[in-house]
Each structure stands twice: as C-alpha cells, then as structure tokens.
C-alpha cells in the first residue's frame, strides 16, 4: 500500500469505494487528526480549481458535495457503505472536511491570482486588465483579478480613486467596497469610501448603479446616476442620498485633463480647488474671497507654484495659517 496520504488522494479520485476501502476511511476518521485528508483534498481538487474564477459558488458547491456523496455511496434513497459501518456525523464531518479544503485552497488561488495597489504619499494610475484606467489617490488601495472572469469585472477598492472604464454592455463593471458597491457598464466616475465614516460617488459621464451593503431592501438602498450626479451613503443611518455634483464633475473632469482652468472664478472656488487637490489648507480672507482670477495651473504644479501665480496676478500675499500646517491668502486688487 502507498503512503497513507497517496492512498488517500487515490480513494479521493475514484467514483465508489469497495467495503473495505470504506472500512479503512472510517478507521481513518476515527483515530487520526484528518491533517493528511485535507492536504489530500487540496491537493487533488487543484487541477479544477485552477481554472475556477469564482470562490465556490452554488454550482460548484452542489457538484463536489453530488461527487463526494457518490464516493461515499450515498444516495437519495438509501444511506450506504460508510454511513451504514460508522457514524453519520463521522460521514458528515468528512464531506465538510473535502469542501472546506476544496474553498480553502479556491480561496489561496484566487489570492495568488489577485493584483493589489496601494498608495501612500503619491496618486498612482493603474491599468485594469479590460484596459480600463484606475486613477487611485493617495493612501488608498485597490484589488483585482489578473484576468476578469467571463461574466463581470470586479475590483475591491479601499480610500478613492476615479475610475474610466471601457464600455463593455455584456460584462458589468463592479466596484465592491465595505459600504457600497458600484455597478457601471462604461463611464468615468469618482468613487470615495471611507469605512466607518462615509462613501460617496460621483459621476462625470455615463450612468452607475449604486447599491448600499446593508440596506438593499430598502427603497433607499440603490440610485441610478447620471453626469453631474452623486451619491452620498452614511453608515449610521444607513441612508443613500442623491445629490447634484455639478461643482465635483467640474473639478474631476479639470484634474483628469491634467488642467485646472479659471476664467473669473471667485477665489474661494479656487482655493477650494486647491485645498481639495493637494490635501492642504487653504483659504481666503474676506476681502480676496470675491476676487476674481484668471489663469490655469497643471497638476504637476506643485502648491508653492500656484500660490505665487495667484499672488502675482491679484498683488495678494500669502501667509502660513497659525498652525503651520496651511495657507492663507490676504489683500489683493480685485477687478
């Protein structure tokens, strides 16, 4: 006889065991750790799983439980071979065993195959196997398979990012999250999610399904979007609400040219831009709030380069906040 783990994996591919290869299972299950049947059961199950894309789903978990019933010899009518020799629960705990290493080594594949990217300090654009575009912010993260499966393209996202996907009507694009998932076909769209807080999306072009995780039987558990709207969701009320987004397009559709443009814009909308873009504070004072300015920065400016640009065209001056932290811009000869 093999190794006690090789006659295991040979019991593991046949269809139905003799009497006596029964016997030597129940005598198996009755005095040993089962350790050897797992990596056994992980072990033979690979050649399937390696061309699996989803983690055992319903299909997939009626068919090992059907293959393993017959290997046992059981059957609708009749309870057989091991069942008959030995306790049901020993039976049983053998059938949980194989599929609870057939998910456990499904879930190590789809692991492995999973692309991870994640910021710190630095934005980041990441490529998607469908050729769609990831413009990822700083301290966020996003997951995904390295080939999307025949049905959907689905990423995990963690913090924000803005999204351009390639239209696609026969496999949907999913975006899961901790707070709510986002379902698109073909569109541009930014998507923010931070746990425990809150997650908004807001959309340039296309439409986008928004669901909640925890409310999708309420009426206020999905919206559709269109251009120039968002979707807010708060956690502890568990509450999705429209919203017009018509400034936020704007100022996605401006940072995605690589442009920010004014032509008489109040400098408290310029500020905003700028607060919001490069994660410092910025504000105004009374006077400059209403100025108004005329110019463009890239977003390869860095802040120091804008704020100049701004003090020169308004004969403003700016100054660091009290806590050093920030900007303030004071004065200036509005027109």
């Known amino acids: 006889m093999p190794n006690r783990k090789e006659y295991l994996k040979q019991l593991l591919k046949k269809d139905r065991w003799t009497a006596a290869e029964q016997e030597w299972m129940g005598d198996?299950?009755?005095?040993?750790?089962?350790?050897?049947?797992?990596?056994?059961?992980?072990?033979?199950?690979?050649?399937?799983?390696?061309?699996?894309?989803?983690?055992?789903?319903?299909?997939?978990?009626?068919?090992?439980?059907?293959?393993?019933?017959?290997?046992?010899?059981v059957n609708n009518s009749s309870f057989k071979g091991i069942f008959r020799l030995y306790k049901q629960k020993i039976a049983a705990a053998a059938v949980v065993l194989l599929l609870a290493g057939a998910a456990w080594y499904m879930l190590w594949q789809e692991q492995v195959k999973q692309k991870v990217f994640a910021t710190t300090t630095e934005r980041q654009t990441v490529k998607l196997p469908d050729g769609s575009v990831v413009h990822l912010e700083k301290a966020s993260s996003i997951s995904f398979p390295e080939e999307f499966n025949s049905k959907n393209r689905e990423v995990v996202l963690k913090g924000e990012a803005f999204f351009e996907i390639n239209h696609d009507a026969k496999h949907p694009f999913i975006i899961s999250s901790s707070l709510i998932n986002t379902t698109v076909l073909g569109t541009s769209f930014n998507m923010e999610v931070h746990e425990g807080?809150?997650?908004?999306?807001?959309?340039?072009?296309?439409?986008?399904?928004?669901?909640?995780?925890?409310?999708?039987?309420?009426?206020?558990?999905?919206?559709?979007?269109?251009?120039?709207?968002?979707?807010?969701?708060?956690?502890?009320?568990?509450?999705?609400?429209l919203q017009d987004a018509t400034e936020d397009a704007r100022f996605f559709t401006q940072k995605m040219s690589g442009k920010f443009i004014y032509k008489g814009d109040p400098l408290s909308k310029v500020a905003i831009d700028?607060?919001?873009?490069?994660?410092?504070?910025?504000?105004?004072?009374?006077?400059?709030?209403?100025?108004?300015?005329?110019?463009?920065?890239?977003?390869?400016?860095?802040?120091?380069?804008?704020?100049?640009?701004?003090?020169?065209?308004?004969?403003?001056?700016?100054?660091?906040?009290?806590?050093?932290?920030?900007?303030?811009?004071?004065?200036?000869?509005?027109?």
């Open 197 to 241: 807080n809150m997650a908004r999306v807001v959309v340039v072009s296309g439409m986008v399904q928004v669901n909640t995780n925890h409310n999708q039987a309420n009426k206020n558990g999905q919206l559709v979007l269109t251009a120039n709207k968002g979707a807010v969701y708060n956690p502890v009320s568990q509450d999705l609400r």
């Open 28 to 73: 198996y299950l009755e005095t040993n750790d089962l350790s050897e049947l797992e990596v056994a059961a992980a072990e033979y199950f690979k050649a399937d799983l390696l061309t699996a894309k989803q983690i055992l789903d319903k299909h997939l978990s009626e068919r090992l439980l059907k293959n393993i019933h017959q290997r046992i010899g």
């Open 274 to 335: 700028l607060q919001r873009y490069y994660n410092v504070p910025v504000v105004t004072d009374q006077k400059s709030a209403q100025c108004r300015f005329y110019g463009s920065f890239n977003t390869t400016d860095d802040l120091d380069k804008a704020l100049a640009l701004i003090a020169f065209s308004l004969d403003a001056k700016v100054r660091k906040d009290s806590a050093g932290n920030g900007y303030i811009i004071v004065g200036g000869n509005c027109k």
